[in-house]
């Protein structure tokens, strides 16, 4: 999100693109609906007998919808830092998605559910891959922590730089909390990540 327009002068909010990714049901979609300040945009529809062999169910069986897009909203964190929420299609054939979702992004959210560990590898080897910095949300179910930190960490082999939070995708402030960690993740990375003013 390249932005620049001399007309809002130092005083404009800055924006900075985020993109909340994992594996299918994970809880991206719920964690940007509950975070974001406006409706969010969803690209839901309904799973069909046409993906049966094609879309792994395994621990979601009750899901019924699936990201086909995107989903986006918008937090203020304050006056001054406006983030943009994309959240990612879960699903590997949507996967070819993620290569347009992450320009211009300046980090990520790699959310997890403890159940499923092995759907988020494939999210946490492209962000590594691509230099984007991200964090890791651990979406605990129904409150549910049948992992410590440091089991997480080891199955999911994550360099000891990358924050892990643990979090409930529904409550707006644990949201909250996995955002703060990214953004505190950003600043610890400059001056390579920079935000540019809002237009």
Same mark, same amino acid.
């Not at 897009?69 to 929420?85: E, N």
């Not at 605990?140 to 643990?166: K, N």
């Not at 993740?185 to 809002?198: I, K």
């Given at each position: 999100?390249?932005?620049?327009?001399?007309?809002?002068?130092?005083?404009? &909010?800055?924006?900075?693109?985020?993109?909340?990714?994992?594996?299918?049901?994970?809880?991206?979609? %719920? /964690?940007?609906?509950?975070?974001?300040?406006?409706?969010?945009? #969803?690209?839901?529809?309904?799973?069909?007998?046409?993906?049966?062999?094609?879309?792994?169910?395994?621990? @979601?069986?009750?899901?019924?919808? %699936? %990201?086909?897009?995107?989903?986006?909203?918008?937090?203020?964190?304050?006056?001054?830092?406006?983030?943009?929420?994309?959240? %990612?299609?879960? $699903?590997?054939?949507?996967?070819?998605?993620?290569?347009?979702?992450?320009?211009? +992004? !300046?980090?990520?959210?790699? /959310? @997890?559910?403890?159940?499923?560990?092995?759907?988020?590898?494939?999210?946490?080897?492209?962000?590594?891959?691509?230099?984007? &910095?991200?964090?890791?949300?651990?979406?605990?179910?129904?409150? @549910?922590?049948?992992?410590? #930190?440091?089991?997480?960490?080891?199955?999911?082999?994550?360099?000891?730089?990358?924050? !892990?939070?643990?979090?409930?995708? #529904?409550?707006?402030?644990?949201? #909250?909390?996995? !955002?703060?960690?990214?953004?505190?993740? /950003?600043? +610890?990375? $400059?001056?390579? +990540?920079? &935000?540019?003013?809002?237009?």
């Amino acid at each position: 999100m390249g932005y620049g327009n001399s007309d809002h002068g130092d005083d404009a &909010p800055l924006a900075v693109k985020i993109l909340i990714a994992g594996g299918f049901g994970v809880g991206k979609t %719920t /964690l940007v609906g509950a975070v974001s300040e406006v409706a969010p945009l #969803r690209t839901e529809e309904y799973l069909t007998h046409a993906g049966v062999g094609v879309d792994d169910l395994d621990g @979601v069986s009750g899901k019924s919808t %699936t %990201t086909v897009a995107l989903d986006f909203g918008r937090i203020t964190i304050s006056s001054r830092l406006v983030l943009y929420l994309f959240g %990612t299609p879960g $699903q590997e054939r949507f996967w070819f998605m993620w290569n347009d979702l992450v320009n211009g +992004a !300046l980090g990520a959210i790699v /959310l @997890v559910d403890t159940r499923r560990l092995e759907v988020s590898f494939a999210s946490i080897d492209f962000f590594e891959s691509r230099g984007v &910095p991200f964090v890791v949300g651990v979406n605990c179910f129904h409150g @549910v922590r049948d992992r410590t #930190r440091e089991e997480i960490r080891t199955a999911l082999d994550l360099d000891p730089q990358v924050p !892990l939070v643990l979090c409930d995708a #529904r409550d707006r402030g644990e949201g #909250r909390d996995v !955002l703060l960690a990214l953004i505190d993740q /950003l600043m +610890a990375v $400059q001056p390579r +990540a920079t &935000p540019h003013p809002v237009t």
